[in-house]
């Protein structure tokens, strides 16, 4: 069984700072995908980052990065200088190429305050 | 040019009432998906469809009917409406086999039964 974990429900920080969201997750596959996904109050769902798992290198997009530790089946996200825009629900997600199913985390809600 | 699209993006309807939600996809994908997503955020794949054919049937009751007539579009048809099926419902798609593996959204469609 696949499974995405997200332990923290809400989270705030300020704006201008640094928030680490965390991920684990549980799967057999020896290849596959994890996603950040970013929903805001518009409730569109929004494609934030991606990492493959067999590429050792942390994916980064502009303020976001990853933080992917294999072995340890966790991959959190660091969103550096926080921007009022950023106030979202953000969602780790999980898909292996040999299925089409996405698993999702039961998301954190991020608020950030001016 | 939108790549999901969902209509209606808005849907109210009484208890017992027969509704359905469109889905179209313009990105050349093979695979389309349905979501509901409750009122505590928590996102729940309900069906999956690969070039036209299930894939994916999660314990949902059989009101629920996905129809795929082609590739590019996944409606889901909803009999006799229960309170509970107030929600919000999103679409999807992606690429099978795609190295790239990313899962697409539509904007959603806000159910409320009354």
């Known amino acids: 069984a696949q499974t995405v974990t997200q332990s923290q429900p809400e989270m705030s920080v300020q704006e201008a700072e640094t928030v680490t969201l965390s991920c684990t997750y549980d799967t057999s596959e020896s290849n596959y995908y994890l996603f950040w996904y970013k929903q805001p109050p518009s409730r569109q769902m929004i494609l934030v980052i991606r990492?493959?798992?067999?590429?050792?290198q942390n994916a980064t997009e502009n303020r976001f990065s990853v933080n992917f530790q294999k072995a340890a089946k966790s991959f959190s996200l660091k969103i550096s200088d926080s921007q009022l825009g950023d106030t979202a629900m953000y969602f780790c997600a999980l898909n292996s190429p040999t299925g089409n199913q996405f698993y999702f985390g039961t998301g954190t809600s991020l608020t950030v305050i001016p | 040019d939108t790549a999901v699209s969902q209509t209606p993006k808005y849907l109210v309807t009484q208890m017992g009432n027969d509704k359905s939600i469109k889905c179209e996809q313009n990105l050349g994908h093979d695979t389309m998906y349905w979501y509901k997503q409750d009122s505590k955020k928590f996102l729940k794949i309900m069906f999956s469809y690969n070039n036209k054919e299930l894939i994916i049937n999660e314990t949902v009751p059989n009101r629920f009917s996905p129809k795929s007539p082609d590739k590019a579009h996944l409606n889901l048809h909803i009999n006799s409406l229960e309170l509970g099926d107030s929600a919000v419902y999103f679409c999807?798609?992606?690429?099978?086999?795609?190295?790239?593996?990313?899962?697409?959204f539509g904007a959603g469609t806000r159910l409320s039964v009354l």
């Open positions: 999807a798609s992606s690429l099978s086999g795609s190295s790239r593996n990313i899962q697409y």
């Open positions: 990492q493959e798992a067999y590429k050792q």
